[in-house]
């Protein structure tokens, strides 16, 4: 069957099969390789993308069913030159180790954060728990997202 999807800001209009996740079709088709393919069964989080606004763990969702939708991966909120603030952070902090794990967190603190312009620790951590990390422990991720935040000018609330 064919479907469009709203990617990264340009509409795009393509082949999948029946069963195809969203998944793989971003990777294997459309070669958007930084989402990453975890466990495969929404665990991990290395999956993430935003679709309609709201985080999802694409190993999950059938790209059939999200024909029409609009889609951002980590490749719609690096910038083509450079990086974006959060993942300046992560990197200034020591938040990326074997970096498998990094888009996804990046995701979902994006989503996170441009939803606000303040926030609890509690609700950044929430926010995250998704998204599991086996080399770094998870304090310096938090502390790279904050750097990012305040780097957007975000505002860190007493929890
Ligand atoms: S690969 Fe999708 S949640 Fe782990
Ligand atoms: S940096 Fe290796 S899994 Fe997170």
């Known amino acids: 069957m064919k479907i469009r999807l709203k990617l990264n800001g340009s509409w795009r209009e393509f ?3 029946n069963d195809d996740t969203l998944l793989h079709v971003l990777r294997d088709e459309l070669r958007l ?3 990453k393919r975890g466990c495969g069964n929404g665990e991990c989080g290395a999956c993430t993308v935003i679709l ?3 985080t999802v763990t694409s190993c999950l969702v059938l790209a ?3 024909d ?3 889609i951002t991966t980590i490749e719609g909120i ?4 450079g990086l974006h603030p959060i993942q300046e952070g992560l990197v200034a902090n020591g938040g990326v180790q074997c970096g498998f794990c990094t888009p996804g967190f990046v995701v979902s603190a994006y ?4 939803k606000r312009e303040s926030f609890t620790m509690d609700e950044l951590k929430r926010a995250l728990s998704g998204n ?5 422990g998870y304090k310096k991720i938090v502390e790279g997202v904050v750097a990012g935040a305040e780097t957007m000018g975000k505002e860190i609330e007493n929890d």
């Open 64 to 66: 059939a069913s999200v």
């Open 52 to 54: 309609d606004g709201e």
């Open 78 to 81: 690096s910038p083509q030159r």
């Open 111 to 114: 989503d996170f954060l441009s």
């Open 15 to 17: 082949e999948i099969s």
């Open 132 to 136: 599991l990390c086996r080399c770094t």
């Open 68 to 70: 029409g939708s609009s």
């Open 33 to 35: 390789t930084g989402t």
